[in-house]
């Protein structure tokens, strides 16, 4: 069973529009969540991170959201460009600042952003 | 600064024979993981070290699959026999432990035919 779920394998947004990806886990003791961003024929990139004590955190256009009760987290893009054509992957961890365990990734979005 | 650096970035063998993919990681990073890209599965654990020590290898396949870390600077991971369903693009990664951030090589793209 996948323990970080991004159910939404596409996203088509307009230019200047909001682009928020999703994403949703099963394990109540992951702490710390991260977004990666890869493009094709690269590999994935950190985008932005948050820990289990914050429900938000913000850099730039990319803000991530979550929502600990819900197990369910996003990541919000204002305003989409089209360099942000990308596939994005949700991750999880255990322990982060400790003894590091792997990141489990999702699945990952596509996204397209249209001019 | 240099990144991950993965060689070779493609191979394409026959079914039997084997591959040897090699990773570099970041000069300072002492956690150093192996992932495996597929459309089905998506991005997928294979094993990682801390500090070149062995620590998860449950996501390795099976015992066709190995890795080494003879050093802080190079790991391998070989694939003997291969066989088609091991095609894939393969991941390796390195961080500071405790850090949470792992940073990507650009992958080697393995075609068993």
């Known amino acids: 069973d996948q323990q970080v779920k991004q159910n939404s394998p596409s996203l088509s947004v307009q230019e200047g529009r909001i682009s928020i990806l999703n994403c949703d886990y099963t394990n109540s003791m992951f702490d710390y969540f991260l977004w990666y961003k890869k493009y094709p024929a690269e590999g994935p990139t950190f985008l932005i991170s948050?820990?289990?004590?914050?429900d938000k955190n913000e850099d730039g256009r990319f803000t991530v959201f979550l929502n600990k009760s819900a197990k369910h987290l996003s990541l919000h893009i204002v305003p989409s460009q089209p360099g942000d054509s990308a596939v994005y992957f949700c991750?999880?961890?255990?322990?982060?600042?400790?003894?590091?365990?792997?990141?489990?990734f999702g699945k990952g979005t596509k996204l397209s952003v249209k001019p | 600064d240099a990144g991950v650096i993965q060689s070779p970035r493609h191979e394409v063998t026959e079914m039997g024979q084997e591959v040897t993919l090699r990773c570099k990681p970041i000069?300072?990073?002492?956690?150093l993981f192996w992932y495996r890209q597929t459309m089905m599965r998506g991005l997928e654990l294979l094993i990682y070290f801390n500090n070149n020590v062995p620590i998860d290898d449950s996501g390795m396949p099976e015992d066709r699959f190995s890795a080494k870390m003879p050093n802080a600077s190079f790991s391998t991971l070989k694939i003997q026999p291969s066989e088609p369903r091991d095609s894939a693009v393969y991941f390796c990664a390195s961080s500071q432990i405790g850090t949470g951030e792992l940073f990507f090589g650009e992958g080697s793209r393995l075609t068993v035919l």
């Open positions: 991750a999880a961890s255990f322990n982060y600042g400790g003894s590091q365990g792997n990141l489990i």
């Open positions: 000069s300072g990073h002492n956690s």
């Open positions: 948050i820990s289990s004590i914050k």
